[in-house]
């Protein structure tokens, strides 16, 4: 697998890097989309290229992801928005469904690109027999207590919170 992608996805896609290989024993490479397209890469038709993108209109990797389909490649993506450029151009792929970032710390797009990359890792795992069907299952069902352990985690912790934003008065 190569996985190309910029900024918060790029950091998503190091992540799904050591899932990829972990997980499900595939030799992951990861790229920034916009040195992918300027080096001579070697990729063929046996080669899944994945491409991340909050948007989907993310130029250097639309431009790497077009690269790597004339080389061949059977490209995926995973983005944010329904019919984006990225959604259109891959041979498949999976949006994230989180919503419209607001801010520019992209944490709902990178939380939502870890939680489809996580799956997609666990499934992969679980169709080459690299994890057997009891781990596949709690493991899933961990990922989905997420999000009642972080509330948990920022209940327990509150209370100190108050205390260092009230010594900060």
């Given amino acids: 697998?190569?996985?190309?992608?910029?900024?918060?996805?790029?950091?998503?896609?190091?992540v799904a890097k050591y899932l990829f290989e972990d997980l499900a024993g595939i030799p992951t490479d990861v790229d920034f989309a916009s040195e992918f397209r300027y080096r001579k890469v070697v990729i063929d038709d046996q080669t899944v290229v994945l491409g991340i993108s909050q948007s989907g209109e993310t130029a250097d990797t639309i431009v790497a992801l077009e690269k790597a389909k004339a080389k061949g490649a059977k490209v995926l993506g995973i983005c944010?928005?329904?019919?984006?450029s990225i959604a259109r151009m891959t041979d498949a792929g999976i949006y994230t469904h989180v919503g419209v970032?607001?801010?520019?710390?992209s944490t709902k797009a990178f939380t939502g690109q870890l939680a489809i990359i996580y799956?997609?890792?666990?499934?992969?795992?679980?169709?080459?027999?690299?994890?057997?069907?009891?781990?596949?299952?709690?493991?899933?069902?961990?990922?989905?207590?997420?999000?009642?352990?972080?509330?948990?985690?920022?209940?327990?912790?509150?209370?100190?919170?108050?205390?260092?934003?009230?010594?900060?008065?």
Avoid: F, P, W
Wanted: glycine share 6%.
């Fill in 1 to 14: 697998i190569m996985i190309i992608a910029c900024g918060t996805s790029y950091h998503a896609a190091l």
């Fill in 80 to 84: 944010n928005v329904v019919g984006s």
């Fill in 101 to 105: 970032e607001i801010g520019v710390a």
């Fill in 119 to 169: 799956m997609l890792a666990l499934l992969i795992a679980k169709e080459k027999g690299n994890i057997d069907y009891t781990k596949y299952k709690y493991l899933v069902h961990e990922l989905t207590q997420i999000s009642s352990k972080i509330e948990e985690a920022l209940k327990s912790s509150y209370s100190a919170v108050e205390r260092v934003s009230a010594a900060c008065k």
